[in-house]
T-cell receptor
Framework: GAVVSQHPSWVICKSGTSVKIECRSL??????MFWYRQFPKQSLMLMAT?????????EQGVEKDKFLINHASLTLSTLTVTSAHPEDSSFYIC???????????????FGNGTRLTVT | AQSVAQPEDQVNVAEGNPLTVKCTYS??????LFWYVQYPNRGLQFLLK??????LVKGSYGFEAEFNKSQTSFHLKKPSALVSDSALYFC??????????FGAGTTVTVRA
């Protein structure tokens, strides 16, 4: 159990276009999802915390108008990279926190990531 | 602020030999520590965690980790490494808001 599906797994887009990445919890409800960015051979950097039914909380230095996050349901969060530029090319990974009474100490479950290449 | 450090960028071992990946932490309060593994172009897979209790934590795929409060360390270990263990390993610490802070990662290469 505790599967997180991320789609698409890879995407190539032209500079100036927008790209939407979906993160779904398949077999559990997640009121909180996290979006990370990872550059090659580097660690994961938290971009924002996505909360169902409310605005996302962005980490310092992350442009909220650039990276739009929507958490419309307990199983889906989306990250839209708006007006993408080559410097936005990266590996984006989501994770979800399981919501139930026994999940306080549960690990976060991660999607398989999305490789974004902006040409 | 909470943080973890992984002092080694790379660890190379021969198959069948013991594997250790080092991690030290800095937290205020009780530490919630995790180890994750990442294969190329994939997300992170959970290996094990320390929340409280026994200092020796056993996890997936034969991995274990030892929590050492006096040395503020949480090293990942495997008694006998496999070639398939070659991957990128991350140590992480969780805060009360469930945010994870990751170490820089350690690339493990197990040679046949």
């Amino acid at each position: 159990g505790a599967v997180v599906s991320q789609h698409p797994s890879w995407v190539i887009c032209k500079s100036g276009t927008s790209v939407k990445i979906e993160c779904r919890s398949l077999d559990f409800q997640a009121t909180t999802m996290f979006w990370y960015r990872q550059f090659p051979k580097q660690s994961l950097m938290l971009m924002a915390t996505s909360n169902e039914g409310s605005k996302a909380t962005y980490e310092q230095g992350v442009e909220k108008d650039k990276f739009l996050i929507n958490h419309a349901s307990l199983t889906l969060s989306t990250l839209t990279v708006t007006s993408a530029h080559p410097e936005d090319s990266s590996f984006y990974i989501c994770s979800a926190r399981r919501v139930d009474s026994s999940s306080y100490n549960s690990p976060l479950h991660f999607g398989n990531g999305t490789r974004l290449t902006v040409t | 602020a909470q943080s973890v450090a992984q002092p080694e960028d790379q660890v190379n071992v021969a198959e069948g030999n013991p594997l250790t990946v080092k991690c030290t932490y800095s937290v205020s309060g009780n530490p919630y520590l995790f180890w994750y593994v990442q294969y190329p172009n994939r997300g992170l897979q959970f290996l094990l965690k320390y929340i409280t209790g026994d200092n020796l934590v056993k996890g997936s795929y034969g991995f274990e980790a030892e929590f050492n409060k006096s040395q503020t360390s949480f090293h990942l270990k495997k008694p006998s490494a496999l070639v398939s263990d070659s991957a990128l390993y991350f140590c992480a610490v969780r805060d009360n808001d469930y945010k994870l802070s990751f170490g820089a990662g350690t690339t493990v290469t197990v040679r046949a």
